[in-house]
């Protein structure tokens, strides 16, 4: 059963790993049974969203600060990023870039050797991974646990620039003082025939009830549902061999028989002529009567930028893939909305303003 301490742990470290990472079809997804992945219908322009915490397993979890204690095994955390490859053979699949997980990556090492050779961009961009995010959500209305899985760009980015106006909500996915995420969409297409997909414009932080900490033994553990190919398995579906040794997974998976679902929020006093009512939990519950506010005074928070930001390299135009330069010519180009660098070239622009 998750204590207090872990499941206030998010104060303070949300943003911090907003600052240091994101440089990070759910066919690569091996899902529990009882869990499905959660896809916004097309055109909707606002969803509300409670994002629950897993327990880390993964000793070397992409988020991992020691210095700061953040994402460390065992610990609560609210997102897991994976590394994407699109269009990979004839198949045009979708293969979680082993480097997600520490390994080597013979896409990427493909990229880098073209990229050399001085290979034309149009070749080489669209080897570059996507960097995506997975989140467990219970939509607002519903009691079934979801897996959202959403580029950093479309969402993530959007999440750690509020978080920075108001750092009061980095507890969002605390389970008893979380918030509810209501985010407003826009939807857009790459190209004249390309699918729609949407884009967090807009995040405002409700207020909701508690979780019961029996709930993280139901949410699945994201570390471990990830399908992660063998080096040898992509290498023959990106080249196009004749043999595929079977993939795996980060870890092997256990055999889970399903749960009975239960009601995840505190229950409130028991009130006669609410009995006989739907199993669905109420999101309006009472705070629990024997918690008494704190007497003391509360810590300070400390600052969340401890770090000195390094300045982007002056000379970094070899960085970008279209030969402009990196950070100063950020979105100066129609390629750049495209490029699989802009997450870097954006964070390299705003350095260079405050600069």
Known sequence: MATKEKSNSFRG????DGER???????????????KSYNVESEVRKVKLDILPYTISDPNHPC????????L?????????????????QGNAKVICPTSVGKK?????????????????????????????????????EDDIYVWDMSNKMFQDMLIEELKDN?????????????????????????????????????TFLDRDPYKASILDEVPDLDTILNVKS???????????????????????EDDAPKERKSRKVEKDPEPEKEEKTERRSRRTEPEKEKEPDPEPKEERRSRRTETEKEPEKDAGEKCPHGMKFGKDFEKADICDKCVMWDDCYDANKKLKKG
Do not use: M
């Open 21 to 35: 990472s994101d440089r990070a079809d759910s066919s690569y997804l091996n899902l529990p049974n009882g869990i």
């Open 231 to 253: 080096y040898d398995e992509i290498k023959n579906l990106f080249f196009e061999l004749d043999e595929e040794p079977d993939g795996g997974s980060l870890k092997d998976e």
């Open 64 to 71: 991992k600060d020691v210095v700061n204690k953040i994402a």
């Open 105 to 141: 990556c013979p896409i990427c090492e493909y990229q880098k050797k073209r990229f050399n050779e001085g290979a034309p961009k149009d070749e080489t961009v669209p080897l570059y991974p996507q960097h995506r995010s997975l989140y467990i959500v219970i939509p607002d209305g």
């Open 167 to 203: 750092p009061d909500n980095e507890i969002f996915p605390d389970l008893e003082e979380g918030k509810t995420l209501e985010i407003r969409l826009k939807w857009k297409t790459i190209g004249e025939k390309g699918k729609p997909f949407p884009e967090a414009t807009n995040i």
């Open 13 to 16: 470290k949300v943003n911090r």
């Open 73 to 89: 095994q065992g610990d609560l955390w609210y997102r897991r990023p994976i590394k994407v490859h699109r269009n990979v053979g």
